[in-house]
């Protein structure tokens, strides 16, 4: 019987759509034309520039009103049915509903929350067809808005969250630690980094992330610093490219600027230390490539559980202001790199780079 795979996403937040662009290539890598794979952000589809308002909305909430985001997210892990405050979204779900009767799926794949309970109100009392899959991108914290819902399985990222899943009366049947679908870049590539020598270099990546305020102050100290060798990456915003330019001629110092660039894999398996904010995609794609991670950033809900993980399982520290950032880097390479060892032999055993081709081939049963 031919796999009929849709997977779904949304743009709010770049793990949802990381994640399932690693599950879409892990499986045409496996299956190729044995199987059809759809992917669509049914929100961008169907509300058009008003989503992209609401993205825009929702990014400069979380950046510029961290603390009202918190309370909100608090409020809605509190929620025992989350159907009434979906029913807004009945022009989503009967463009879901065409869908499914276009597409007949074999299974479905929610790496958004808002879906399975889509799912829900579009079936009712009905038996679905397809096999239900939820793919959890957060870490610990793990908001109750994607467990308390119907679905045949869970996927989550590691141990810890499956651990939180259990805890909340999820059946542990349901619950798949499958690792976080990141680009097969990472296990493409394998390993590219040399440990760090006394005396040699040590590369550092600093991703400038849409709320980062000290960015300038961060950056010159960091350029400054001895034996650094420095990648700053400024997306797709030429704005904040010049002015780091700016700086790079200001502290006289040689550093490398990247702007959007499909190298971001390989920059993270050549680098010691990765330095930016705790979102979901990027601690998940750091632990894919074995970095050892400062957070300067964390955003109350959902980055917090990935903060923790960072913490908990020592494989990097939460450093949120330009001196505690300096310090955690000067401590790392301290005594020969010995913490900068521990923290690069903790994040290898979290790491888990074939996550998407593994994610596929439990797909493919």
Same mark, same amino acid.
């Given at each position: 019987?031919?796999?009929?795979?849709?997977?779904?996403?949304?743009?709010f937040g770049e793990g949802h759509n990381a994640a399932a662009r690693g599950?879409?290539?892990?499986?045409?890598?496996?299956?190729?034309?044995?199987?059809?794979?759809?992917?669509?952000?049914?929100?961008?589809? =169907?509300?058009?520039?008003?989503?992209?308002?609401?993205?825009?909305?929702?990014?400069?909430?979380?950046?510029?009103?961290?603390?009202?985001?918190?309370?909100?997210?608090?409020?809605?892990?509190?929620?025992?049915?989350?159907?009434?405050?979906?029913?807004?979204?009945?022009?989503?779900?009967?463009?879901?509903?065409?869908?499914?009767?276009?597409?007949?799926?074999?299974?479905?794949?929610?790496?958004?929350?808002?879906?399975?309970?889509?799912?829900?109100?579009?079936?009712?009392?009905? =038996?679905?067809?397809?096999?239900?899959?939820?793919?959890?991108?957060?870490?610990?914290?793990?908001?109750?808005?994607?467990?308390?819902?119907?679905?045949?399985?869970?996927?989550?990222?590691?141990?810890?969250?499956?651990?939180?899943?259990?805890?909340?009366?999820?059946?542990?049947?349901?619950?798949?630690?499958?690792?976080?679908?990141?680009?097969?870049?990472?296990?493409?590539?394998?390993?590219?980094?040399?440990?760090?020598?006394?005396?040699?270099?040590?590369?550092?990546?600093?991703?400038?992330?849409?709320?980062?305020?000290?960015?300038?102050?961060?950056?010159?100290?960091?350029?400054?610093?001895?034996?650094?060798?420095?990648?700053?990456?400024?997306?797709?915003?030429?704005?904040?490219?010049?002015?780091?330019?700016?700086?790079?001629?200001?502290?006289?110092?040689?550093?490398e600027i990247v702007g959007w660039s499909d190298q971001l894999p390989r920059l993270m398996l050549e680098?010691?230390?990765?330095?930016?904010?705790?979102?979901?995609? =990027?601690?998940?794609?750091?632990?894919?490539?074995?970095?050892?991670?400062?957070?300067?950033?964390?955003?109350?809900?959902?980055?917090?559980?990935?903060?923790?993980?960072?913490?908990?399982?020592?494989?990097?520290?939460?450093?949120?202001?330009?001196?505690?950032?300096?310090?955690?880097?000067?401590?790392?390479?301290?005594?020969?790199?010995?913490?900068?060892?521990?923290?690069?032999?903790?994040?290898?055993?979290?790491?888990?780079?074939?996550?998407?081709?593994?994610?596929?081939?439990?797909?493919?049963?």
């Amino acid at each position: 019987m031919e796999k009929r795979i849709l997977i779904l996403t949304a743009g709010f937040g770049e793990g949802h759509n990381a994640a399932a662009r690693g599950m879409r290539d892990g499986l045409a890598a496996l299956a190729g034309a044995a199987s059809t794979v759809e992917l669509h952000e049914i929100f961008s589809e =169907t509300f058009g520039f008003a989503n992209d308002w609401a993205r825009k909305g929702y990014l400069a909430l979380i950046n510029r009103a961290p603390r009202a985001w918190g309370r909100l997210y608090r409020m809605l892990d509190g929620q025992e049915n989350y159907g009434p405050q979906l029913r807004w979204l009945f022009m989503a779900r009967a463009r879901l509903s065409q869908m499914l009767l276009r597409f007949q799926p074999t299974a479905v794949v929610s790496v958004y929350p808002a879906y399975p309970h889509l799912l829900e109100m579009i079936l009712g009392d009905a =038996t679905p067809s397809f096999q239900r899959v939820v793919c959890i991108t957060d870490s610990i914290t793990v908001n109750a808005i994607w467990f308390r819902c119907a679905s045949d399985l869970f996927l989550v990222p590691n141990e810890q969250t499956a651990a939180v899943l259990s805890q909340a009366g999820v059946p542990d049947d349901k619950v798949q630690v499958s690792g976080f679908p990141v680009t097969l870049k990472y296990a493409e590539l394998g390993e590219l980094r040399k440990a760090p020598q006394p005396g040699g270099e040590r590369r550092l990546l600093y991703m400038i992330n849409a709320g980062g305020l000290a960015a300038s102050e961060i950056i010159r100290g960091l350029a400054r610093m001895p034996d650094v060798r420095l990648t700053v990456t400024v997306g797709r915003d030429e704005r904040l490219r010049r002015s780091v330019e700016a700086m790079r001629a200001e502290v006289g110092v040689d550093f490398e600027i990247v702007g959007w660039s499909d190298q971001l894999p390989r920059l993270m398996l050549e680098s010691h230390l990765l330095i930016s904010k705790a979102g979901g995609a =990027t601690v998940q794609e750091t632990i894919a490539a074995k970095c050892p991670m400062i957070i300067n950033q964390v955003v109350p809900g959902q980055e917090e559980g990935n903060a923790r993980l960072i913490e908990e399982s020592r494989s990097g520290i939460v450093a949120t202001t330009p001196a505690a950032i300096f310090a955690a880097v000067e401590q790392a390479f301290d005594d020969e790199a010995r913490l900068w060892h521990e923290w690069s032999a903790n994040i290898s055993r979290l790491s888990r780079p074939r996550a998407s081709l593994e994610i596929a081939e439990l797909l493919l049963k």
